[in-house]
């Protein structure tokens, strides 16, 4: 008898975490990460602050643990869209929203709370070389440097470009348009408007014209080599 597969459920010590994880992000995102402490969180929880504890030993590890849920996504989500969709174009529109979407989920409390990071006195995780946010960038930005890296193999973009300026460009673009998109609530247009901001980035990664020139001539010439040898093979 074949046996039907089914989904595990979360075990009960899951969901008190995923609980605290989600009270946490919803608390840091309104109030800020210095106006919350881990009592009011464990409160907002419905556990006690000693149960907090239990899961994660100080309120820089929660806020560590919500970066790495969020990174884990993203990562998750590009490293499926490189694996599935081979046109490099359409790979950089589908990271663009990919990352938009997930950070700004449930109303942006992602996005919010992403700045609120970044605004907070995180020593510990920010400014030390080899640090949690560093490590979760570069596990993050690597998707995109392969399928830039992919492309110029295959010729589409120029080989001189510059890897890690375009990494800027590409994520700090689709920052600050999706703080756009959520002053405007246009998020109902996101494929339309990561398009806009996607298609002059690639756009200045094309040969220029020059290279093109070369690589028509190229083309040319080989087209003739093509037809002298099938006239010397009829002859």
């Not at 419905?46 to 929660?62: A, D, I, N």
């Amino acid at each position: 008898m074949t046996e039907i597969a089914t989904e595990k459920s979360p075990s009960r010590a899951e969901l008190r975490e995923s609980e605290l994880l989600r009270s946490a992000i919803e608390l840091f995102a309104e109030e800020g990460f210095g106006n919350v402490s881990t009592r009011k969180i464990a409160a907002h929880a419905g556990v006690s602050e000693g149960t907090l504890f239990h899961y994660f030993g100080s309120k820089q590890e929660l806020m560590g643990a919500i970066l790495g849920h969020i990174y884990q996504e993203l990562t998750d989500n590009a490293t499926r869209i490189l694996r599935e969709e081979l046109d490099s174009r359409a790979r950089l529109q589908l990271l663009a929203e990919s990352h938009v979407s997930v950070l700004s989920r449930d109303n942006a409390l992602f996005m919010r709370l992403i700045q609120t990071y970044r605004n907070a006195n995180l020593d510990e995780l920010t400014n030390i070389r080899g640090s949690l946010l560093q490590e979760l960038n570069a596990s993050y930005a690597w998707v995109f440097d392969a399928a830039v890296k992919e492309a110029i193999k295959r010729g589409e973009i120029r080989q001189d470009v510059n890897i890690s300026a375009l990494r800027d460009l590409f994520f700090g673009g689709l920052e600050y348009g999706s703080r756009t998109m959520y002053l405007h609530d246009s998020f109902d247009l996101l494929g339309e408007r990561v398009a806009s901001l996607v298609e002059p980035l690639w756009q200045s990664m094309l040969p220029t014209r020059q290279q093109a020139t070369v690589n028509d001539r190229l083309e040319s010439a080989c087209e003739r080599l093509e037809a002298v040898a099938a006239q010397l093979e009829r002859r």
